[in-house]
Each structure stands twice: as C-alpha cells, then as structure tokens.
C-alpha cells in the first residue's frame, strides 16, 4: 500500500524478503511524493533493477 492506494500484491516470502507483483508507474509515484510504502502495517523497501538489454 501507498497511503490508501493498492499498488500491487504480494506472493511468497523467506524470511525478511519476498516477492510481490508491483505496479510500476504507482511505485514510482509513491516513491516520488515520499509516501511510505507498506504491508499488513510493516514499512517496505524496493529494489528496482535495470531491464536487460
């Protein structure tokens, strides 16, 4: 979640890491107005990785 906006779901998780399905363009959106991106009330990181070429 970005605030109150759904931006993706998740899949499965070992640990502190997971998986999850994430809108791209809502990521970058939420990233760049400094919302805090969360699941289930827990704060969450993205690391978002170059295409190949």
């Known amino acids: 979640m970005a605030g109150e906006i ?3 779901v998740a899949g499965s998780h070992s640990g502190d890491r997971g ?7 809502r ?3 939420a990233m760049a ?3 805090v991106l969360t699941a289930g009330g827990a ?3 993205f690391v978002v990785g170059r295409a190949a070429s």
């Open 6 to 8: 759904e931006i993706g």
């Open 27 to 29: 990521l970058a959106d």
């Open 43 to 45: 704060s969450l990181e």
């Open 33 to 35: 107005a400094g919302t």
């Open 19 to 25: 998986l999850a399905l994430i809108r791209l363009d």
